[in-house]
């Protein structure tokens, strides 16, 4: 992957850094759409309330995020520690944009929460909040990356 700041083929450094931080949201957001599906249907299917099922939807997110980071660090023989402090560096920022967006919007869409989970309308709802927590994190990893910053941390440990 093309680092912040370097030309390739061509391409202005500019569109480098558009498709790192790109790259680096849909990164995040994966992550934070396993935890965040995982911690609604686990809460919903107990019938907890919508306190208590996002904040386990959250919990699980932010896991889920950090290991997708921290994962391939561990497999090449980072200590836990080490993985952890990079997914941290890289993720936290991201995740935490993406969290508060995306549950915001269940809470504010009405009927989401509320939904059965089998329903089209809670899976029109999370898609909506979660493309919605994408687009808002993404210029924030942008600006965090071109500071060397959030995403950049976990990639200057690739080499």
Do not use: K
């Not at 995020?65 to 936290?92: C, E, K, N, Q």
Request: proline fraction near 3%; aromatic fraction near 6%; hydrophobic fraction near 55%.
């Amino acid at each position: 992957m093309e680092h912040a700041g370097q030309h390739s083929h061509g391409h202005p450094a500019r569109e480098s850094l558009n498709r790192t931080a790109w790259v680096a949201t849909l990164h995040c957001l994966t992550g934070c759409a396993i935890g965040e599906v995982a911690g609604l249907v686990i809460g919903t299917a107990l019938g907890w309330g919508n306190g208590a099922t996002v904040a386990l939807a959250v919990v699980l997110a932010f896991l889920s995020g950090f290991a997708m980071t921290a994962v391939p660090f561990l497999r090449r023989g980072y200590a836990w520690r080490s993985a952890l402090r990079i997914a941290l560096a890289a993720d936290a920022a991201s995740i935490t944009i993406m969290e508060l967006v995306d549950n915001a919007l269940m809470l504010v869409i009405p009927g989401a929460m509320d939904a059965p989970i089998a329903s089209l309308h809670f899976w029109r709802s999370m898609a909506l909040a979660l493309a919605v927590a994408g687009l808002a994190a993404y210029p924030v990893n942008r600006w965090l990356i071109a500071r060397g910053q959030g995403h950049a941390v976990a990639h200057s440990h690739h080499h």
